[in-house]
């Protein structure tokens, strides 16, 4: 058994929700992230991944369900604070201070501080210290955001949609970043976006929500094995449902494609089976037809 | 977390700063001209027996500078608009609650320093501008007996540090309950002005009962010594019935100093109104009247003072405990 498994889990919740007045942001959400995974949060706008990051990092309260991270309920403690990094997606800093500024202030207020690797990826990535963060580039101040987040060596890193504002490559030197940082060791990220692409770079872990629920959590290569695509001549499908899950059924005049769960084998052999790729997956889970859930991932830069 | 408090304001000190430096070097050199003006006439006033004219005869300041003076009563409002309603409100709308929030100390610590800070630095400022007008209206006060008068009560002694403090812990809860800074800024203008018309008018004048004290319209009225505050004059009846009383409104007409009431008169006096008030006044005394003011003593100015800054300072701690709350329990 691979001993990470054996460690607690980073997170675990457990029926987690979240409600604003009447409107539910998150319902029943049980999942696991297992410690040193970098998870894919995916879903569509509106789809409850801002308020399960932010129930995580205690910004926000949950109103029913348990959340456990690091072994613990998310709290205001500065233990607990210490070992949390997290990046919203607006990427708030203090726009009239400096990046400088910024590393200044967090030596003040953390008890684990690696200043000097911030200066040092800043600057290897050219992004000016000394100049007020609003004048910089959306690249930057990303850039400056996660470094920022680093240098308290957190275990935990949660970061909202961080490259959905970035040009391609800024959004590679930002992914390359963070998987330096994952390299180093004893780091778990939880890293949500629309964009299923870069994800898979990098992601060995994935968490699908839509509609306020969670679809699918687990091990990139354990989900992807659990799945299969069939292709066949259009017909009934209500053989295949006995014993798989049917996800979503394509049809045209003459053909069926279709994305079923579980790995019993297919009695038919009309049936073509071909394994699924995770951005195939995310689609099947996300949209009935394809094109509005293509359009809804690739939107950049708007609230969830 | 002093140390952030201090790099996100400190442009903000700076400016604060100069205009009280500009503020009291104006109120320095005026506030000497006077007090040697002031002595001047004292000493020749002395001389000639006409100290008792003085009030009357002797203008100390400028109009620019008195207008100057009685515009400080809008410090603590401005305190409260620029540092008080932002102070939580922006960090909502820019977002950087969640990254301060992010760092490990508590939100109790964030609130506490920033709050903190502001509050101390509003008080500073207020009691410094207080200090200066106070010392600079040293002449005024003992030549019009004025300090206790509305207006004058408010923006000198220790009262401006209260209404700082107020101002500053409305625009923070103000801020924090609405997480805008616009919205924030103009609902704390609203409140704390209302509050301290309120308080100004309706309560001081009953933070001790007043004291009562009757006059003859025929002598000089012997009416109480140094800078009292008048808080009523009337008229009394020969039944010793009060006729007339300010609160009923209307007309007044001053005896001494004192405005009185003259709501119901006698018809057969009212026609001498109009012949000044020496003859009206003999009208009134021959048919029985006498005045009747309410008034508090010159020695109850710093009590007032006292209550009055305390009820702001209550005002202030509670608003700063219903921020603490709200930041300590609600979402980010």
């Known amino acids: 058994m691979d001993p990470l498994d054996t460690a607690p889990p980073a997170i675990e919740t457990r029926g987690l929700a979240k409600r604003y007045r009447k409107v539910t942001a998150l319902t029943d959400c049980t999942i696991t992230v297992p410690e040193g995974r970098i998870s894919a949060l995916i879903g569509p706008n509106g789809a409850g991944k801002t308020t399960l990051l932010r129930l995580l990092s205690g910004l926000a309260r949950p109103s029913g369900g348990e959340v456990r991270v690091l072994g613990g309920m998310p709290r205001q403690e500065p233990a607990f604070l210490a070992e949390i990094g997290f990046v919203a997606q607006e ?10 500024d910024h590393i200044a ?6 008890p684990r501080w690696d200043a000097a690797s911030v200066r040092q990826r800043l600057k290897s990535l050219d992004v000016p210290l000394g100049q007020a963060v609003g004048t910089l580039s959306g690249g930057q101040r990303a850039q400056v955001a996660l ?3 680093l240098a308290k060596r957190p275990r935990l890193l949660l970061l909202d949609e961080p490259v959905a504002a970035l040009d391609p490559l800024a959004r590679r030197q930002f992914l390359a970043t963070l998987a330096d940082a994952v390299a180093a060791g004893g780091l778990t990220v939880v890293l949500s976006s629309h964009l299923v692409a870069d994800l898979e770079r990098v992601c060995d872990h994935l968490i699908l929500l839509a509609a306020s629920r969670v679809q699918l959590c687990g091990d990139i290569d354990t989900v992807l094995a659990e799945h299969r695509v069939l292709v066949g001549p259009r017909k009934d499908t209500t053989a295949i449902e006995r014993t798989h899950r049917l996800v979503q059924a394509t049809h045209t005049a003459r053909q069926s494609t279709l994305l079923i769960r579980g790995r019993g084998p297919i009695a038919d052999p009309a049936w073509e089976s071909a394994d699924v790729g995770l951005e195939e997956l995310v689609l099947g889970y996300l949209g009935q037809g394809a094109p509005p859930a293509i359009a809804h991932l690739t939107t950049v830069g708007e609230d969830s | 977390m002093t140390w952030l408090v201090w790099r996100q304001h400190r442009n903000q000190a700076y400016v604060a700063a100069a205009v009280l430096a500009a503020f009291a070097v104006l109120l320095l050199v005026t506030g000497r001209q006077m007090a040697s003006q002031y002595q001047s006439a004292l000493t020749s ?12 005869s002797l203008t100390l300041s400028t109009p620019v500078m008195s207008l100057l003076v009685t515009l400080t009563v809008v410090v603590p409002c401005l305190l409260g608009v620029f540092w008080g309603g932002p102070l939580v409100a922006r960090e909502f709308e820019t977002g950087t609650t969640q990254f301060a929030w992010m760092q490990s100390i508590t939100r109790g610590r964030w609130l ?10 509003a008080a500073v400022w207020a009691g410094a501008v207080s200090a200066l007008v106070t010392w600079w209206s040293g002449p005024l006060n003992a030549l019009n007996n004025q300090n ?3 207006g004058q009560f408010d923006i000198q002694g220790i009262v401006p540090i209260g209404y700082a403090l107020f101002a500053v812990a409305l625009g923070i809860a103000v801020g924090t309950l609405l997480r805008r800074t616009l919205p924030a800024l103009a609902i704390t ?18 933070y001790l009962a007043p004291l009562t004290m009757t006059f003859n319209f025929l002598h000089p009225p012997a009416l109480p010594k140094g800078s009292y505050w008048l808080v009523s004059g009337g008229l009394v009846g020969p039944g010793g019935q009060v006729v007339s009383n300010p609160a009923h409104g209307g007309p007044s007409i001053s005896f001494g100093g004192v405005p009185v009431s003259i709501a119901n008169v006698p018809a057969a006096c009212r026609t001498l109104l109009f012949q000044g008030p020496h003859e009206f006044g003999s009208c009134l005394a021959a048919r029985g009247y006498y005045g009747l003011i309410t008034y508090q003593p010159a020695d109850r100015y710093w009590t007032f003072q006292g209550i009055e800054t305390g009820i702001f300072v209550a005002l202030a701690a509670a608003l700063i405990a219903v921020t603490a709350v709200v930041i300590l329990r609600r979402d980010a």
């Open chain 1, 91 to 100: 990427i708030p800093l203090y726009r009239r201070l400096s990046a400088g």
């Open chain 1, 105 to 110: 202030a967090g030596t003040h207020l953390n």
């Open chain 1, 147 to 149: 470094s920022l987040t």
């Open chain 2, 45 to 56: 006033c002395a001389a000639g027996h006409t100290c008792g004219n003085l009030a009357g």
């Open chain 2, 112 to 121: 506490t320093a920033k709050a903190g800070w502001a509050l101390l630095a």
């Open chain 2, 148 to 150: 206790f008068q509305p």
């Open chain 2, 189 to 206: 203008i609203g409140v704390f002005t209302f509050l301290r018309l309120v308080i100004g008018q309706d309560l001081r004048a009953h």
